[in-house]
DNA sequence: ATAATTTAAGATAAGAAAGTCTGATTATGA
DNA sequence: TCATAATCAGACTTTCTTATCTTAAATTAT
């Protein structure tokens, strides 16, 4: 199966975007988020927990807690939540597997990926959370 | 960890790459493939079987037996191979996650992505294992 | 025929990713 | 203060991918 991001790192982006549809600074539960995303709670904590400890989350114990963005949604890109879940081997790596494919010794795909690489880096970082927010506002979140 | 193809995906894709550095009808074997290009034996072994039962190529039992390709390299995508070992959902799902997002309710990068990944099939599609041989001889494979 | 070599096939193990469960900790509000 | 509601933290289970091991089947060459 070929994916481009990690399960968690959907589940990352769904989350944040969720969050950015809140006004104001408003918490909100991992169960609230669960529901109403559908993702198992407890692997959702486990996500909003890792992204509180990378900086993009703040979190708030007790009655009325929960998370929310620790900066405007329009200051976190669809990269730094992309970075902080999977990493980004993916600007790193030969797409092809080849093991010594370089620079040097290109892969004959080599050049093609990194048009289409630069491309895919470009969508995320020109992208920001309040615009996938407002963007893609979707029945069940309102 | 953010992917484009599983391991047995670039490792069918760099056998496939070998044997077509092999020229007429010559019989390459698992153990001559996996000692080359330094991938595990026997799981080498399963993905060969698996291209061969895809139809992508040929084998012989018996010594002097092995793998090779089931028609001219140049008839042969990267596409071929990489939907016969991984299929084909980068081409349909959503590449954020969102479990709704469709043509006439798309996500925020949902157009830009669909740009990108019509570009990474196109790769797919317009590089044959010839050119791939070809344009990727390492020093090794000689 | 027989021994040697090779793929075929299935069981099993190891590792990583996804998901679950339980209890501890912290904060709120009655 | 005290019950309640929430995150935090760790262990655990399940599932999927990757990798290994062993035996069977087929083919070749002696």
Chains 1, 2 share one sequence.
């Not at 991992?30 to 927990?49: C, D, R, S, T, V």
């Not at 730094?80 to 081997?89: C, L, R, S």
């Not at 080849?98 to 795909?109: M, T, Y």
């Amino acid at each position: 199966m070929s994916i481009i991001f990690s399960r968690q790192c959907e589940y990352a982006l769904q989350a944040v975007t969720y969050l950015a549809l809140k006004t104001n600074g408003e918490m909100t539960s991992i169960k609230e988020l669960a529901k109403k995303l559908g993702i198992p709670y407890h692997f959702l904590g486990k996500i909003l927990q890792d992204l509180t400890y990378k900086g993009l989350l703040v979190s708030q114990k007790g009655p009325s807690g929960g998370f929310r963005l620790a900066m405007p949604a329009k200051d976190i890109t669809l990269f730094h939540v992309v970075e902080a879940i999977d990493g980004v081997g993916f600007t790193k790596n030969c797409v092809l597997g080849f093991p010594d494919c370089s620079g040097q010794n290109p892969c004959a795909v080599h050049e093609k990926w990194a048009g289409l690489r630069d491309g895919i880096y470009s969508m995320l970082v020109n992208k920001n959370i309040a615009q996938i927010a407002k963007e893609t506002r979707k029945p069940e979140y309102v």
